[in-house]
C-alpha cells in the first residue's frame, strides 16, 4: 500500500520523476488514479495543475488520467487552473477536450472562476475555446457580474465586447451588475457601466433597492455623486419598507452619506418611512449610531418626533438598550412621554446602565 500524503506532496512539489519511477508498479497507477485527498476529493492531477505543473500534468494525461474527475466540491482539473491562473496548464487540457463549461458546485464555470482573478489573458483562453458568457450560477451570477463585482475593469471591457448584451442581466434577487459595482465601492467599473450600458434609472432590485442606496449604504460617497450626476437616480426612491436613501445611510451608520443627502441633495433630515413613519432618527437610534444620531440633531431633527405609533427616537433608542444614544436624545430635549400604547421609554429598559442614564438625567 502506498502513503496517499507521500504521493499528493509530490504532485503538488512537480515531482515527475516519482511518477515515472513508480508508475509501471500495478498497484501505484490503480492509487493514484482511483484515490482522492481526504478532505477535499482533490486527485493527484488537481495538485498538479493548481500548482502549475505542466510536465507532471501533461505525464498522468499521457497515462490516461481522467480529466473530468471532479473532487467532492464538484471542481475538475480545468476548474483548477481557471481559477489559479494557470494559463498553460489551462491551454493544455483544453486541447484534450474537456468540456469548457463543466459545472462545479453551485454551477459555477471555469470561466466564473476566471472572473474572480485578475488575470485577462486566463479569461481570454476561456473564451476562445467557446465558454458559454451567458451561463449563470445557482445565485443568477453569469461571468460579467463577477468580473463587475470583482472590480477587474479590462476583464470586464473585455467581456462586453464579445457580447454586448452581456450587461442586461439580473441575478436571482434582482441584482445588476450597476448594483454589484455600487455595493463594492467598484468606481471605475461603475462609471465605465453607466457609460456604455444602457442601465434604467432606479431599476431596483427584490428588495426595493436601487444601486444608489448601495452605494451609501457602505458610505461611498463618490459612486453616489456619480450615480446622481451622470445617471440622474431619484434620492427619493423608496424600498420595499418604505425607506428611502436617508433612512438606509443611517441604519449603517454611515454619517458621509447622510451629510450628501441632506447638505448637497437637500433631503429633508426629519423625512418618514411611508411604511411606519419612522425618521432617520429612529432608525440611527435603534442600530445604536450615535454620530448618525448627532449629525440629525444637529441637523434640526427634532428629538421628540414621533413614528405611526407615537413612538420617539427614545423610546427607539431605550428599547434597544443603546445607554449612550439614550443620553444623546435626553440631552437634546428628549422627554419621557407615552407612546399610543401608553408605554413610556423607560419602561423599556432592561439594562442597569440605560436605567442608571435616565435615574441620572431625571436627577439633574
Given at each position: ?100 463549461d463543466a459545472l462545479k458546485r453551485a454551477d459555477w464555470t471555469p470561466l466564473m472562476l476566471a472572473c474572480t482573478k485578475d488575470d485577462l489573458t486566463v479569461v481570454q483562453i476561456l473564451v476562445e475555446n467557446r465558454a458559454n458568457l451567458h451561463l449563470k450560477n445557482k445565485d443568477g ?224
Open positions: 500500500m502506498y502513503d496517499l500524503h507521500n504521493i499528493y506532496k509530490s504532485a503538488q512539489n512537480g515531482n515527475l520523476s516519482f511518477f515515472q519511477e513508480h508508475i509501471n508498479e500495478k498497484l501505484f497507477k490503480e492509487t493514484v488514479f482511483i484515490s482522492s485527498y481526504a478532505k477535499s476529493g482533490d486527485t493527484v492531477l488537481h495538485y498538479a495543475v493548481r500548482h502549475g505543473h505542466f510536465d507532471l500534468v501533461k505525464y498522468l494525461v499521457d497515462e490516461g488520467f481522467n480529466l473530468e474527475l471532479g473532487n467532492f466540491d464538484g471542481k475538475r482539473p480545468l476548474h483548477e487552473a481557471a481559477h489559479f491562473g494557470q494559463a498553460v496548464c489551462l491551454k493544455f487540457l483544453l486541447t484534450k477536450g474537456v468540456n469548457v451570477w453569469n461571468c460579467f457580474h463577477i468580473a463587475v463585482r470583482e472590480g477587474h475593469l479590462p476583464i470586464v471591457q473585455y467581456l462586453l465586447k464579445q457580447d454586448t448584451s452581456l450587461w442586461d442581466t439580473a441575478s436571482k434577487n434582482g441584482r445588476t451588475p450597476l448594483h454589484t459595482a455600487a455595493l463594492h465601492g467598484r468606481n471605475d467599473v461603475l462609471e465605465y457601466l453607466l457609460d456604455v450600458c444602457q442601465y434604467g434609472t432606479d431599476m431596483k432590485d427584490s428588495c426595493g433597492s436601487t444601486p444608489l442606496m448601495d452605494a451609501l449604504r457602505i458610505q461611498d460617497v463618490d459612486a453616489a455623486k456619480l450615480l446622481i450626476s451622470k445617471h440622474q437616480t431619484d434620492v427619493m426612491m423608496e424600498d420595499n419598507l418604505g425607506r428611502q436613501a436617508l433612512h438606509i445611510a443611517s441604519q449603517t451608520g454611515a454619517c458621509k452619506s447622510v451629510q450628501l443627502l441632506v447638505e448637497h441633495c437637500k433631503v429633508n433630515p426629519a423625512g418618514t418611512c411611508s411604511t411606519n413613519g419612522a425618521t432617520a432618527l429612529h432608525i440611527a437610534a435603534k442600530e445604536g449610531h450615535v454620530g448618525v444620531l448627532k449629525l440629525l440633531l444637529d441637523f434640526g431633527v427634532n428629538s421628540n418626533v414621533i413614528d405611526a405609533k407615537g413612538r420617539t427616537a427614545l423610546h427607539i433608542a431605550a428599547g434597544a438598550q443603546h445607554a449612550d444614544c439614550v443620553l444623546i436624545l435626553l440631552q437634546h430635549g428628549a422627554d419621557c412621554r407615552l407612546d399610543k400604547a401608553g408605554t413610556s421609554p423607560k419602561q423599556l429598559v432592561v439594562k442597569q446602565d440605560v436605567l442608571k442614564v435616565f435615574d441620572q438625567f431625571e436627577d439633574t
